[in-house]
């Protein structure tokens, strides 16, 4: 079976939700880069938070962060909610689904860190909660939502920033999660290092 075409499409579409997108993100992915640039500069962490695939993006911030992209630099302080798999069901078995995330927050971060708060579709309860944790604990959010996250956008704050994703299917939607963490990271290396080693 031949599935050129159906792939073709796929990518035709992905480049013209990208291609979209562009003027409707890229202001506040530049004001998110520039909260977490700043929560960096003054010895801050970022927390990242998601359920399902967007657990996977936070791990690819915190991979990119801890790691590098393109450029040879220092680590970066990054921690994803997520990848305690022993202590999500541990909260799970006690406390239940909606503090799964906010739990481990409140215990790990402190006035001044930032969470990265993901959330492309479904029960938004446990990202919720750990956005109020966040706010609790004196810190910024950064949310990535989608068309259905109103419960997650109705709870941010003053200050934070919210990229609001528009694509009608939840995998359009993780593609563009995936592009806009990845500016993220890009962006946060050339405030904090430049391009000194760029090729």
Known sequence: MDHYQNIAARFQQTIENIAMSVDQLAEPIAQASELMTQVLLHDGRLFSAGNGVDAVISQLLVTSL????????????AFNLCADGAGITAVLSDEGPADIFSRPLRALAQEGDLLLALHS??????????????????????????????????????????I??????????????????????????????GNYQEN
């Open 66 to 77: 801890i790691g590098r992209l393109d450029q040879e630099r220092p680590a970066l302080p």
């Open 121 to 162: 579709g479904g029960d938004p309860a446990a990202v919720v909660a750990a956005v109020e944790a966040a706010h609790d604990r004196g810190m910024l959010v950064v949310a990535i939502t989608c068309d259905d996250g109103a419960a997650l956008s109705s709870v941010l704050q003053t200050g934070d920033a919210n």
């Open 164 to 193: 609001a994703i528009n694509a009608a299917r939840r995998s359009q939607r993780v593609e563009l999660q995936t592009i806009v963490v990845q500016c993220l990271c890009e962006l946060i290396e050339q405030n904090l290092f």
